[in-house]
């Protein structure tokens, strides 16, 4: 009677392991927990001590979990039969079994075939834990938009996984895209000021269909970069779309010079990305412009506002005062703001006494493109023959005088070529 005893309080303390498999046979429910939740009887099942720890799951641990309405065996279905468990080399059940988009979005993404072959890329347990599934508007959850930065960075800035993956050259942008997303506007909105609606990681990469820029279906492929950003710049987004470099995206249209219509990622690199009120961007927004459009590239330059941007100030106008950042249409199009009759509202922007006589200023005029600027050829070619033909004739008037300074030297003679005029001395 005295041992019976001492069994059950063993039992009821957590001493003894679980029923044997054909007691809980005879009940019809496995109780997983009467092992699992036990530390003591866990010691040495699995081959490290990691692996024990792996095998210990508390109530705690799964009472909040997305998945606490299911039962132990719905992912571990081998394992039904209770302790010892036979053996299988099937652990659990695919995710996909129940998540099945998701399943096929991931097994088609980049790193699927990296995790097959025993890679180091993620797997559903990896960002989603493996008991304790959150919901990714958890704040405790691995997916929560202020961890996903963190949690991509645990493979994206592992010095070992960088070099095993991202050594080529052209990878520049991928072995330090973590760090440098903490330091752009989207990065310090979401670390510095808590915003959860920033753009993280799979707002722009996606969540589990993951793709390289090249793939059509890729969110960062050139065609879909504006949808893929205009998912949170909607407003911006409607405007790009209606604007020459939308339209010229849509159709394929290309620039004088080759160049394909620039999508936002262009103007505003995505790893790099800074506020448009940053001085440093804003002023160097000009040679994003001019990467493009060479020859309005050139001859800004050659205009006073881009002899002072040049300088380093940012206070005179850049391309987007005059076209608009999002907005630009070509000057024949009446909504454009370098159409004719909407200059004057331009310019006076910046200028506030702007009238029809102001607006008749040649922002890119080239003066040596007759056909298009006659007025600003001949005037330029007449300015250009007049400092030629007076640098000329002075420099050659400088020269003969020279030459005359330099013979009268050699021959003793006075250095203005006349005699010296005799004194009153010697007149008298």
């Given at each position: 009677m005295g041992a019976l005893v001492?069994?059950?309080?063993?039992?009821?303390?957590?001493?003894?392991?679980?029923?044997?498999?054909?007691?809980?046979?005879?009940?019809?429910?496995?109780?997983?927990?009467?092992?699992?939740?036990?530390?003591?009887?866990?010691?040495?099942?699995?081959?490290?001590?990691?692996?024990?720890?792996?095998?210990?799951?508390?109530?705690?641990?799964?009472?909040?979990?997305?998945?606490?309405?299911l039962s132990c065996t719905s992912c571990h279905p081998a394992f039904a039969g209770g302790y010892p468990h036979r053996d299988t080399s099937v652990v659990a059940v695919p995710c996909q079994s129940c998540h099945e988009k998701e399943g096929a979005d991931y097994a088609r993404s980049v790193h699927a075939p990296d995790a097959a072959t025993g890679g180091s890329a993620p797997s559903c347990v990896t960002c989603h834990g493996a008991h304790h599934v959150l919901a990714a508007a958890d704040p405790r959850s691995p997916t929560y938009p202020l961890n996903v930065a963190g949690l991509c960075g645990g493979c994206h800035a592992n010095a070992k996984i960088i070099g095993t993956y991202f050594g080529a050259p052209d990878q520049a942008q991928a072995r330090n895209a973590v760090p440098q997303y903490y330091k752009t506007v989207h990065g310090i909105a979401m670390t510095k000021a808590g915003l959860v609606v920033s753009?993280?990681?799979?707002?722009?990469?996606?969540?589990?269909?993951?793709?390289?820029?090249?793939?059509?279906?890729?969110?960062?492929?050139?065609?879909?970069?504006?949808?893929?950003?205009?998912?949170?710049?909607?407003g911006v987004l409607a405007t790009f779309d209606s604007s020459s470099h939308g339209q010229a995206l849509r159709s394929?249209?290309?620039t004088p010079t080759g160049h394909s219509a620039p999508v936002c990622i262009d103007c505003?690199?995505?790893?790099?990305?800074?506020s448009a009120s940053d001085p440093v961007w804003f002023r160097g927004v000009v040679k994003e412009c001019g990467a493009c459009h060479e020859e309005e590239y050139g001859t800004y330059f050659e205009t006073y506002h881009g002899q002072v941007t040049e300088l380093?100030?940012?206070?005179?106008?850049?391309?987007?005062?005059?076209?608009t950042a999002h907005a630009m249409l070509p000057a024949t199009d009446p909504k454009s703001s370098v159409y004719p009759t909407n200059l004057v509202a331009t310019?006076?922007?910046?200028?506030?006494?702007?009238?029809?006589?102001?607006?008749?200023?040649?922002?890119?005029?080239?003066?040596?493109?007759?056909?298009?600027?006659?007025?600003?050829?001949?005037?330029?070619?007449f300015m250009t023959t007049l400092l030629v033909s007076v640098f000329a004739f002075f420099g050659v008037h400088t020269l003969l005088w020279l030459g005359r300074l330099t013979l009268n030297r050699l021959h003793g003679r006075p250095l203005n070529g006349h005699p010296e005029r005799p004194g009153k001395e010697g007149q008298s």
């Open positions: 001492a069994l059950l309080g063993a039992a009821i303390l957590g001493l003894v392991p679980a029923a044997p498999a054909s007691a809980q046979r005879a009940t019809g429910v496995v109780e997983c927990r009467n092992c699992h939740a036990n530390r003591d009887f866990l010691v040495g099942k699995a081959a490290t001590l990691k692996g024990d720890s792996a095998l210990y799951i508390t109530d705690s641990l799964l009472h909040d979990s997305k998945h606490a309405t753009a993280t990681c799979n707002d722009c990469h996606g969540s589990h269909l993951i793709l390289l820029p090249d793939s059509a279906q890729s969110t960062i492929n050139r065609v879909n970069i504006a949808r893929t950003c205009g998912r949170c710049h909607a394929g249209a290309r505003h690199p995505a790893h790099q990305l800074v380093g100030f940012g206070i005179t106008a850049k391309c987007s005062d005059c076209h310019c006076a922007q910046c200028h506030p006494q702007a009238n029809a006589n102001f607006v008749k200023y040649q922002p890119h005029g080239d003066p040596r493109n007759r056909a298009r600027y006659p007025l600003l050829f001949w005037t330029w070619l």
